[in-house]
Structure formats: structure tokens, C-alpha cells
């Protein structure tokens, strides 16, 4: 009833005196109900909150005094398939405009439909690599028949609330970051009519880039668009040259910094960063000063939901691909769990009420966190158990790409039954012990993307990095090679999205390649819950070793644990996966949290919000892809001063090795090449 009276009064707002938002080009400003409008707006993802948190987070960009906030619109999340949408939960579109409308905040709406956000394939949805031929972020018919597509079922449901509507949408913005991908100006103008058909000309429409020349220049494309720029507090003195490269291609209009970088997004394997906040604030003041709006990116990064984290090439190619964290917390004014970081916080707010004096709002007051349960894990299942008829893909020759099999997360099984017949009657290429078995015989595997990791015979023996284009190992193999194959995200940014395959290219045994594969789909979503099989005798071949523990015995193993909470518990909280593990997945009563990697780093806990949890018996279950450390359940040295064996069970309990806790651990060491 709430939201129904204040969509009325918006309306009837209309009716009396026609709301209006628009670009005054002469005068080099926005105007808003006839009187010039200059905002301060905050970036928030709402797919990367907790609807149930909306609104708080809303409220604590308006009492720092910000007047707009802005977010990106999620295609892939919403196009799950193709023809398959969802708008439900925390990816209720229309609920989060209705709530920032309630908020008495405007809305600048960044609909792509790519959008980078360090979002798996840039919030393209990844079923498109499966499209022969396709051409993403060009004026390929193929292309632009799926955006066209997806723009018909979102733009209607967001026309209502166009400012001159009655709603709180002030700006949208066509592509993103263009300039650092193409510069076809008839591509962006395309998309641009695709909106215009369905929005008209009552909304301002605007583009983002880069603040040097080729982005700019690339990426700006007038007249029917805003040409607005991105650049960090710390570029302050070279403000005035990024200013003039804009005015260069925009020469006309107001003066927008669509992301003013609050903070700075992390990868795992590399350190968590921190930057100063006075920095921002000196920043901030002088912009306003300059009558120029902007947006913070981010002011509250959230959490990366599920399997949607990206990757990108590093900032030193020799680095190659690196991954994004599940955390978005971004350094930036309120931290990924909805708590103020003071001192943005404050150096936002103190220059805001400089500018725009008369902000009562009281501060955010942090919320209560949940700590001090300890979890113990027991084996449940292996993750291989889900291969079987149900889960076949496919039989071919050759390895498939996972896009080739329609699958475009999580991991798939590549299985093949050893047949010693490869070799030709006295070839002495394969070396056998009797006829059924390859003996020490070398093993390559080819173009592995993201991570793979080798069964023989039931025992785990290697596990393989993207960055190594070809591995040769050595096997003894008598019955069943398989090899599981991880999608780590999609490559975000930059041209290397165009050939971003997942899977294996080729497996070789002494050159010669293997044939005959069977594909299976593991659903990291729904592992399984109960052991289904006799574990294979691992006798004859020890396990192998990767980044200094010993490889699970059998390969990638489900562990679960439940704890029990009463109502007065239901707390915000973070569970803390410590380096007793290695790398894999955590569930959380059955919602994907996402990956886990304490042996990158540096993120170590995984923010969980109380509206997940239950009263009475919650469940936590990890998939653990590598190894885990049970010897150093009651040692507090480090991993390096230890010789790491299993003398016990291999799947005995790692006990106190996984917790949870009211502190957030993001800052942890990083190994860079784990």
C-alpha cells in the first residue's frame, strides 16, 4: 500500500506540473523540474545485495548526503537461458526502483547491455559463445538479435519509472566502456535506437569510458547521447588534461565522472587494496566545485553472488588470467556487509554538506554479527560420483569445449576407458605391464581452461593451471582416465572475451592422441549428499602433490556440517575457510555462496547473511577441489614450517579449520601462482 500511494503521488505529481529531467547543452547542465540539478550518486549492484537490504544500504548513501544512487542491469542473471528469465529475489529489478523511489533518491541505470562490474563475461550471458560465428559488442546480426531480444523484455518493465514517468529513473546508459573494445560508432548507435524505440526521448541517455584519447574518442558518440568519463581520485593533477580530452568529443553539456573509484576492485592471488580516503575527498570537493556530478564506484561493492565471478588478463600480462573473489567489497565508503567504513564515510560527507549544507540524516549504526561457531565437517561424497547416464553429455572422438556441450559453469567431466591397443604390435611407444595397462607413460594435456584435475585409475594425481598451455606428467594407468574441467568465470573485459573457451583441448599418452571421450555435466549446485560407491584401493600409486599438501586421495571430495541457531541469532556472519583447505566451493543451506581459495588468497571469509540462515539446524557443505590439511588442527605455525602427511582416514574431519566468525578476514596472504 506503501509503494502503490507514493507511485500515486508521483503521478499526480505529473498531472500537476509535468516532471521533467533533461540536458540543457548550451548551459552545460542538467535540469530537473525546470531548476539546475547536480548529483552525487552511489553505485550499488542490487544483484549483489540481499533484497532485504535495499533498503539500508540505500539510506546509507542518503544520510552521507548523496541524492542519486546507481546500478547496472544484469543480463545474464536475468537470462539465465535463452528465453528463460528470472526476476525474482534479489534480482527483483522493479522491487529495487520502487525501493530507491521510496528512498527519495534518483536512479541512474547502467543497462549495457555489457557491463564489466567484474561480472562473469561482463554480465553477457555466456550461452552466446555457443552461436557459431558470433560477434559480441558488434553489429553482427546474431548479436544484436539476442540484445534486441533481451532490451523487448526488460525496457517495458522499466519504462514506468522514467523520472518524466513518475519514477526515480533519471539516466541510462547505452553500452560500457566501448572505447577499450571497438570503435564502430554505428554498433553504439544501433543499440541506442534499440532503446529509443522502447523508452523515447524522455529519459537522458549517456555512455561511460576510459579517461584516455583512444577510449574517449572511440566511445563517446553524439549527438543523441551524454559522453561521460571515469577516472581516480589520485589522477587529480591531471584533471585538467582528462577534462580537456573529453571536451574534446563532448564539447557540449554537463561534465559527468560516471565512476569515480571509491576504492579498487581485488583478484585472488593478489593483495587486498586499500586506498586513502583523503585522496577521495579532495577529489570530490574539486569536481563539485566545478559543477560537474558524479558517481562513486563503488560506494557499497556487496557480494558476488553464486558462479558469477569474473576474470580478466592482469595488469602485467606475463601474470595471465587472473580471477576474481566472491567479495565486491571494493575498499570503497560501506563495506561489502553494510557497515560504514569511517573514514570515506566521513570524507564524502563532511564535502557534501559543504556543498549541499543541511543534511540531519543520523549515521548508520553497524549491525550485530554472529561469531564463534566452530564447524566440523565429515565426508560426504566424492564430487566424481555424479558421473553416470544421468549426467552424460555426450561420446565423441575428441574432447568438446564446455560451450560445444551447452554447459557454461561449474565443471565438467571428461572421462576415457583406457585401451592399451593404441600401440601397434612391438611398438615400444607405450610401455606396458601385461596388456592392460600404460606403465609410467607420459601424459599431456592441452589448453586447459580453466583448472583440471586428473583421476587415474580412481586416484587423484595432478592438478593444472590455465597458464599452462601444455603439461606433460607421468601415469600409470590401467582402467579410467578422467579429468574434471573448472570454469573459474569468464574473462570481464577486453578482447580476450571473443575466445574464451572452458575445457580441455587434447589429451596425448607419449604423442599419441587419446580418443573416444564421454562428457559428463557435474552440477556444483546439487552435489551429492551421500557416499554411493567403494572408494577405489589407491595401492601402487600415491597420491599426487600440488602447492605443498597432498592431493585428496580420489579425487575432489563433498564435505558437510550442520550447526543449530536459535531465533535470536539469526545474525549477519562470515565463515572462515582457513588454510586447512585449498580451493573449491561453499553452500550454504542450499544457496550457492561461491568459490572459496584460501591457497590464493587473500580472501578467507565468505560473507553470509542472516536472512540465510534458519532456525534450528543450518547446513554448510564445501566441495573441496585439492587437498585439505587435518595435521594442523591444533597448530598455530604456519603452512611452510610443515610436512603435511595422512597417517589416518584421508577423509577424517578438518575440524576447527572452518568457522564461523563476526570479522571479516579479506586481507589474507596471497600466492599468486596457487
Not at 530537473?32 to 548513501?61: C, E, N
Not at 547502467?110 to 558470433?134: D, F, K, Q, S
Not at 560537474?292 to 592482469?314: E, K, V
Not at 554479527?369 to 561424497?381: D, N, Q, V, Y
Amino acid at each position: 500500500m506503501h509503494v502503490l500511494f507514493l507511485c500515486l503521488l508521483g503521478l499526480a505529481s505529473t498531472a500537476a506540473g509535468a516532471r521533467e529531467f533533461y540536458v540543457d547543452w548550451e548551459n552545460d547542465r542538467f535540469v530537473k523540474d525546470g531548476k539546475t540539478f547536480q548529483y552525487v550518486s552511489g553505485g550499488m549492484h542490487y544483484f549483489r545485495i540481499p533484497h532485504q537490504y535495499w533498503k539500508q544500504r540505500i539510506l546509507a548513501a542518503k544520510s552521507a548526503g548523496l541524492n542519486a544512487v546507481q546500478s547496472y542491469a544484469i543480463w545474464n542473471a536475468h537470462e539465465p537461458s535463452p528465453g528463460v528469465y528470472d526476476f525474482e529475489g534479489n534480482l527483483d529489478i522493479v522491487r529495487f526502483i520502487k525501493t530507491v523511489h521510496e528512498s527519495d533518491m534518483a536512479l541512474i541505470l547502467r543497462v549495457g547491455p555489457y557491463i564489466c562490474a567484474e561480472w562473469n563475461y561482463g554480465g553477457l550471458p555466456p550461452w552466446l559463445l555457443a552461436t557459431p560465428g558470433i560477434q559480441i559488442r558488434t553489429s553482427d546480426k546474431k548479436y544484436l538479435t539476442a540484445v534486441r531480444n533481451w532490451l523487448k523484455v526488460l525496457l517495458p518493465k522499466i519504462k514506468p519509472f522514467l523520472y518524466t514517468n513518475g519514477g526515480p529513473i533519471i539516466m541510462i546508459q547505452v553500452e560500457n566502456e566501448y572505447g577499450s573494445f571497438g570503435c564502430d560508432h554505428n554498433y553504439v548507435n544501433t543499440l541506442y535506437k534499440m532503446f529509443h524505440k522502447i523508452l523515447g526521448n524522455k529519459v537522458v541517455y549517456f555512455t561511460t569510458d576510459g579517461d584516455r584519447e583512444f577510449e574517449l574518442r572511440c566511445g563517446v558518440t553524439p549527438p543523441h547521447m551524454l559522453g561521460t568519463v571515469d577516472f581516480r581520485p589520485s589522477e587529480i593533477e591531471n584533471l585538467d588534461q582528462i577534462l580537456g580530452r573529453l571536451r574534446k568529443y563532448q564539447p557540449k553539456g554537463p561534465m559527468v565522472n560516471s565512476e569515480l573509484y571509491a576504492g579498487k576492485s581485488d583478484w585472488m592471488g593478489q593483495s587486498y587494496v586499500v586506498t586513502e580516503a583523503g585522496p577521495l575527498g579532495v577529489m570530490l570537493d574539486t569536481l563539485l566545485s566545478r559543477n560537474m556530478s558524479i558517481n562513486f564506484y563503488m560506494w557499497h561493492g556487496g557480494s558476488t553472488p553464486g558462479l558469477n565471478t569474473g576474470a580478466s588478463l592482469a595488469d602485467n600480462p606475463a601474470d595471465g588470467i587472473v580471477f576474481s573473489p566472491q567479495s565486491y567489497d571494493f575498499n570503497a565508503p560501506v563495506t561489502e556487509h553494510g557497515d560504514i567504513r569511517p573514514d570515506k564515510y566521513w570524507a564524502v560527507r563532511n564535502v557534501t554538506e559543504k556543498h549541499f549544507p543541511g543534511n540531519k540524516l543520523p549515521v548508520p549504526s553497524d549491525s550485530v554479527k554472529l561469531g564463534g561457531i566452530t564447524l566440523h565437517p565429515t565426508f560426504s561424497a566424492l564430487l566424481t560420483d555424479q558421473i553416470g547416464p544421468a549426467s552424460h553429455l555426450a561420446t565423441t572422438p575428441l574432447p568438446l569445449t564446455m560451450e560445444e556441450l551447452g554447459v557454461f559453469e561449474g565443471v565438467v567431466a571428461y572421462q576415457h576407458e583406457v585401451d592399451t591397443t593404441l600401440g601397434r604390435k612391438g611398438d615400444t611407444t607405450l610401455r606396458r605391464r601385461g596388456d592392460s595397462t600404460f606403465e609410467e607413460s607420459v601424459m599431456s594435456l592441452k589448453g586447459v581452461r580453466d583448472r583440471a584435475y586428473v583421476i587415474v585409475d580412481g586416484v587423484f594425481v595432478k592438478v593444472l593451471r590455465r597458464d599452462e598451455d601444455t603439461v606433460n606428467f607421468t601415469i600409470s594407468a590401467s582402467k579410467t582416465i578422467t579429468i574434471l574441467a573448472e570454469n573459474m568465470g569468464y574473462i570481464n573485459f577486453g578482447k580476450e572475451m571473443k575466445t574464451d573457451y572452458k575445457g580441455i583441448k587434447s589429451v596425448t599418452i607419449n604423442g599419441i592422441e587419446l580418443k573416444h571421450w564421454m562428457h559428463y555435466k557435474i552440477d556444483v549446485r546439487k552435489p551429492p549428499q551421500a557416499e554411493k560407491q567403494t572408494h577405489p584401493n589407491s595401492d601402487g600409486m600415491a597420491a599426487g602433490k600440488f602447492n605443498g599438501k597432498q592431493l585428496l586421495p580420489n579425487g575432489p571430495a563433498v564435505f558437510t556440517a550442520t550447526f543449530k541457531l536459535d531465533g535470536s541469532q539469526l545474525a549477519d556472519t562470515f565463515i572462515n575457510i582457513t588454510e586447512c583447505w585449498s580451493k573449491g566451493y561453499l553452500i550454504v543451506n542450499d544457496i550457492m555462496v561461491g568459490r572459496y581459495w584460501p591457497d590464493a588468497g587473500p580472501q578467507f571469509t565468505h560473507y553470509i547473511p542472516g536472512v540465510w540462515l534458519r532456525e534450528g539446524e543450518n547446513t554448510v557443505t564445501l566441495i573441496e577441489l585439492q587437498s585439505y590439511l587435518p595435521s594442523l588442527l591444533s597448530s598455530n605455525h604456519s603452512l611452510s614450517s610443515h610436512s603435511h602427511s595422512y597417517h589416518s582416514h584421508p577423509y577424517h574431519s578438518p575440524g576447527a579449520c572452518i568457522y564461523l566468525t563476526d570479522t571479516p578476514f579479506l586481507d589474507g596472504p596471497v600466492n599468486p601462482r596457487a
